[in-house]
Structure formats: C-alpha cells, structure tokens
C-alpha cells in the first residue's frame, strides 16, 4: 500500500473513537492513526485488513495515563515496554502486522529513544510493522542521531505543524530531502490565521471548496500527509475530496510566502 494522503486520527476520541472510526472508514478514510477494534468494521462492512493503513505509536511511561491499565510492565527496560505494547496493539486491533509504528514522543535522553528504535528496527525486520517512525520530534539532530545509530533511514515523521513553531520548517525540509513522509497534525486549528489569509482564501473561491479543505491541498502538495480528526461526516468527505482539488503552484507558493511573512510576526511577539 503506498503512503496515504490523508490519514484519520482518534486523539482525545476517548469513548467515541470506534463509531467515529467506522464512520471515517465508511466515509472513505482508509489510513487510521490509532483505531478502534477492526472487527467491528471488519465483519460488518466487507472492509479487508489489506484495504487499510493502520498505524499506532509506542507511548513511554512519561506519556501514559498512569490511572489507567497500561500496556506493559513500568518497571520493565524500555525494549520490553515497546515489545509488551506491540503486542497488545495487534491484539486490540486483531490484526498480525501494522503498516507504520511509531516512537509517540522522544524518550528521555538519545540513549533511551535509541533503545526504544532498536526495537522498531526488529520489528521491521521481522516484518511485522512495515515502516517505522517518531512523533513529536523538533529535534533534526535527534533525527540525524537515530539514523546514523539505527544505520536505517527513519520512514516517517508526525508533529505539529502550526503557526506557533512555523509549520515546523526545519523538520519538514529535513524529511523532504531525506525521502522521510511528514504527517502533520493541528494542520487546522493550529493556524488560524493562515485560513484567513488571502492566499488561502483565494484557492478556496476559486476552487469552490472551503478554506480548511484549501489549506490541507497545499499541505499535501508541500509533500505533507495531514491527519484530520473531523467528528463529522460532511468535513470527513471534505478532508477526503482535498486530494482531487487543483492548486497551481502559483498558489501553493503564495501560501508559503503567507507562512514566512507570519512566522517573521511571530517572532516579533505578534498575535
């Protein structure tokens, strides 16, 4: 399965995520970033394990939410955590392989984050995860670190990408000539002033589809594969729809140049 241009994510779904995520599958998401139980959809919709992308994260135990059962051992070493916590994700989402694993967050230090790639290598290696990956990582000598340790090209990336670290510039022209894949998330509501910008609101008149649908078309032309977590069903298809939307790159670089001129306000202390 090639990479997709659009991936479905269940943050914060909480006790909403498996209607949510037969919803977006129904709709027509077929790349989910954590997801409910794959039966439920599985079995009763005619959906093939082979139709999707799933993706899921191992979170260290700086991240969990201690109050409730954890995936593994806390007092294990951080390569029993992540190989306890693989296995109850293919157990949870019943299946046998995962198309994209991922670091949720750096670790401590390099050295535990290496522990915790090392890991993911022989996962890979076992073919049991197809690509490997880390998360929340503005770091681009931490992601030189675990490639020049891992001696493997990291396979994707997934941060916030938002007015207040500039759309993560740094990071995502790293990826770009690394042939990482960037997945970003806040994509819209970490930039406000983005969406009503002439630039974007342009695209959208002239394209006639909304400003959010606008701003995901020109992320996926940079190269970026937003993850949208829309709970309803008409901005589900809008988010779909984006790939099928022309923008010139006329228009895709009147939006960068929108991005540069607020990061510059941003540093300046502006709001």
Not at 243 to 256: A, L, P, R, S, Y
Request: glycine fraction near 6%; include cysteine; charge should be positive.
């Amino acid at each position: 399965m090639s990479f997709p241009k659009i991936i479905y994510g269940t943050a914060w779904k909480k006790e909403r995520t498996t209607a949510l995520v037969i919803q977006a599958v129904l709709q027509g998401f077929r790349a989910i970033d954590t997801a409910a139980q794959l039966k439920h959809y599985r079995r009763q919709h005619g959906i093939t394990r082979a139709d999707l992308f799933l993706q899921t994260k191992y979170t260290s135990i700086s991240g969990q939410d201690t109050s409730k059962p954890l995936p593994y051992d806390p007092t294990a070493s951080v390569a029993d955590q992540v190989r306890a916590s693989f296995a109850s994700s293919l157990k949870n989402l019943k299946t046998e392989y995962l198309d994209s694993y991922i670091i949720h967050s750096p670790l401590r230090t390099p050295q535990l984050t290496m522990e915790a790639w090392r890991v993911l290598m022989d996962l890979q290696n076992d073919g049991k995860v197809n690509m490997i990956g880390v998360s929340n990582c503005y770091d681009v000598s931490l992601l030189r670190y675990i490639i020049d340790q891992g001696g493997r090209m990291i396979d994707t990336v997934q941060n916030r990408w938002h007015e207040g670290n500039g759309w993560d510039a740094e990071v995502v022209d790293f990826c770009k000539s690394h042939g990482i894949y960037y997945q970003s998330f806040w994509t819209l509501s970490g930039s406000p002033n983005l969406l009503r910008s002439t630039a974007i609101q342009e695209i959208s008149r002239r394209t006639g589809t909304t400003r959010a649908q606008a701003l995901f078309k020109v992320a996926q032309t940079m190269g970026i594969t937003p993850l949208s977590g829309s709970t309803d069903e008409e901005h589900m298809r809008h988010g779909l729809s984006t790939e099928n939307i022309d923008v010139t790159e006329e228009e895709t670089e009147g939006v960068k140049k929108t991005m540069k001129s607020l990061t510059r306000m941003q540093s300046k202390g502006w709001r």
